[in-house]
């Protein structure tokens, strides 16, 4: 689950107490790369920052070692 969404600075992804290592990237609507990292959740919550993204909508894939998981969110400003 992703909050809040719409998003103005960071949005949070609640990986419900799972703290293992996490790749995720996130596109904007034609496709192009935005953020590419790995990074590991504390307490079970990653937060990313977006706050440079420009206005728009935006698709974020999360893969852990067992689940992979696509969504969107909107960025206003």
């Known amino acids: 689950m992703i909050y809040p969404n ?3 600075d960071y949005i949070y ?3 419900k107490g ?4 996490l790749n ?5 609507n034609t ?3 935005f953020k ?3 990074s590991e959740a504390e307490n079970g919550v990653l ?3 977006v706050s440079s993204f420009p206005a728009g909508i935006y698709f974020l ?10 969504t969107k969110f909107i960025k206003i400003n």
């Open 61 to 70: 894939k999360v893969e852990g070692a067992n689940f992979s998981k696509f």
């Open 36 to 38: 590419d990292k790995s």
């Open 6 to 8: 719409p998003v103005n």
């Open 31 to 33: 496709g192009r790369i």
């Open 13 to 15: 992804i609640n990986l």
């Open 18 to 21: 799972d703290k293992s290592k």
């Open 47 to 49: 937060s990313l920052d």
């Open 24 to 28: 995720f990237t996130i596109y904007d």
